[in-house]
């Protein structure tokens, strides 16, 4: 059984602190259970640098020098961040045998916070899809069913923290890649405001989406980790300047006049379970002393388009770094330097990123550029606007995470029920918003909230599930 | 709507520049998605964008700048360096590998 599975970061520190068990203990059993793991939730275990880093924080432990509530808990990476001397793989034959020699901000954060890392969870190759089909490795499996999907693209992520293999996990979310799988495990997915997180370190697959997010089995816990890697970083021009605020200094604070709104353009094509769920999310709010009021925002309807056209083009340009020179998957036999490249490429990359990537590139291209692609740009700009102005209005947004429910691995899936998966969560990216999603009643809900409010919207998301219990 | 659709880009063109290899199937294929993508997003033809600013990220974004200071380089690529060089694949007379 989990040494961790149902215990919060908090218990977790309190039994270290009171010698119930050492670091070392629990990251041996960890371990011991990763071993005996089916669902391929890792793609590489650091049973030496986990054990490592569970000695010294045991010893600083024993000399009263405890670095952070962190300090001494097991968590693990998505293979999409760096992480120093560690393969790095994003799930792909191209990095597969790529070690980083430094580590991305948000890891070297948790590190020096005392964290212990056991290894890198497998995903999507590159951030790209929402089940962990096109993952190098094979996908990584759903704890609750392991003939269905964990989701993704940080499949892995959410899968070791509802399998009780890790505390809590970093992952990546570029439109949903946090919130739909950690809906789809029973666990909870923070999206950051985008400039949060930094980015220096995340393989980018769209740089203006992208944001470092945190799968954990709580609302608490997702706030403590936030507040461990959140800050200005001068090797990210994007993020926030100055210091993080505190994200667990509101959270008990409650929902109670809150105003919420539950986007109706969200809400369609949902199971009868998921339903079920957010009628009951519903009911938990107004128990709660929260109004929830059914707003229409018909823009919504053009957010997947608008999301698929700049997220394939970014990660057209993103991706043309792996050209078989510098690093990486590099052809054995080629014929000329073009050759080299192209081999590279087409042999080192797996069919959905070629395919995203084509899409990409034709888009960019100067018969559909302005009409398409410039255009996506503009409309992001009325998306951002119109739930910009909703958000002055309510406090909240409200829809499910994911309108579906796991599905089996290997499932053919038709165009629309692969796009249901990111419907409700490519908003809050296009608009740099923070969203999470919680588990009530069974099915994933997600909150969204404004600009740098992540700690109302933890203090809510908190309300809820507390409720739920 | 599709009659107004722009005339597509050369699929083989795109490759090119992407630096992949299609088989005559992978290229139909994408041209088939490729056209089922124009499609989804013929709803965003219909708006009037007149006037709005294209948006690059969810921020309000400027340039940031610091200190014209040099400072090391951190990160060293994966590759084994010779005197500080990267070894890579001959490029110059043709010449390829293996």
């Known amino acids: ?469 | 709507m599709k009659d107004d659709r722009p005339a597509l880009p050369s699929i083989r063109a795109a490759a090119e520049l992407a630096k992949l290899e299609l088989t005559a199937g992978e290229e139909r294929l994408i041209e088939r998605e490729l056209l089922e993508l124009l499609d989804f997003a013929a709803p965003l033809l219909e708006l009037d964008t007149t006037g709005t600013e294209p948006s690059g990220h969810g921020l309000e974004l400027g340039n940031v700048l610091r200190e014209d200071r040099a400072s090391p380089c951190k990160m060293r690529l994966s590759r084994a360096t010779q005197e500080g060089l990267i070894p890579v694949p001959g490029a110059i007379g043709g010449e390829g590998g293996q």
């Open chain 1, 1 to 469: 059984m989990s040494a961790i599975a149902g215990r919060s970061l908090a218990q977790i520190a309190a039994e270290l602190e009171s010698g119930i068990y050492s670091s070392v203990e629990l990251t041996e059993r960890c371990l011991s259970e990763i071993e005996r793991d089916e669902l391929g939730i890792f793609i590489t275990v650091t049973p030496e640098q986990a054990l490592f880093s569970a000695r010294q924080s045991d010893r600083r432990r024993a000399a009263g020098e405890r670095l952070s509530v962190l300090d001494g808990i097991p968590m693990a990476v998505k293979d999409n961040l760096c992480t120093k001397n560690i393969r790095t793989s994003c799930a792909s034959r191209m990095l597969e045998s790529f070690v980083p020699d430094y580590d991305a901000t948000a890891v070297s954060r948790l590190l020096c916070c005392g964290a212990v890392m056991l290894g890198k969870l497998n995903m999507d190759e590159f951030g790209m899809g929402g089940s962990g089909d096109s993952s190098f490795f094979g996908a990584a499996r759903n704890p609750r069913n392991p003939e269905h999907t964990a989701g993704g693209s940080s499949g892995g992520a959410a899968a070791a923290v509802a399998a009780g293999l890790a505390a809590y996990a970093l992952g990546s979310d570029t439109g949903g890649s946090v919130r739909q799988p950690a809906a789809l495990c029973g666990v909870t997915g923070l999206r950051p405001s985008y400039g949060r997180v930094s980015r220096s370190g995340l393989a980018g697959l769209a740089g203006s989406l992208d944001q470092v997010g945190v799968i954990a089995g709580n609302v608490r816990d997702c706030a403590l980790v936030l507040g461990a890697i959140s800050g200005e970083d001068a090797a990210d021009s994007t993020t926030l300047p100055g210091t993080a605020p505190d994200f667990t200094g509101l959270l008990d604070g409650g929902i109670s006049g809150m105003k919420i709104a539950l986007l109706e353009e969200q809400c369609s094509g949902m199971a009868q379970e998921v339903k079920a769920a957010l009628l009951e999310t519903v009911k938990v709010c107004e128990g709660l002393g929260a109004k929830v009021e059914r707003v229409s925002v018909p823009l919504l309807d053009t957010a997947l388009p608008v999301y698929e056209i700049i997220s394939a083009a970014e990660s057209s340009v993103n991706l043309a770094r792996y050209d078989g020179i510098r690093y990486g998957y590099r052809a054995a036999e080629y014929g000329s330097l073009d050759e080299l490249y192209t081999k590279s490429r087409t042999e080192g990359f797996g069919r959905e990123v070629r395919r995203r990537l084509m899409l990409g590139t034709l888009l960019l291209m100067p018969e559909l550029r302005d009409t398409y692609y410039n255009r996506a740009t503009r409309v992001r700009t009325l998306i951002k606007s119109e739930l910009d102005r909703l958000l002055e209005s309510f406090d909240l947004l409200l829809s499910p995470t994911v309108p579906t429910l796991p599905w089996r691995l290997g499932e053919s899936r038709s165009i629309g029920e692969r796009r249901d998966c990111d419907s409700c969560g490519v908003a809050a990216a296009l608009a740099g918003l923070p969203a999470i999603s919680i588990p009530v009643a069974g099915a994933g809900m997600q909150l969204t909230a404004g600009r740098f409010a992540e700690a109302e919207l933890l203090a809510a998301a908190n309300a809820i599930t507390e409720a739920d219990r």
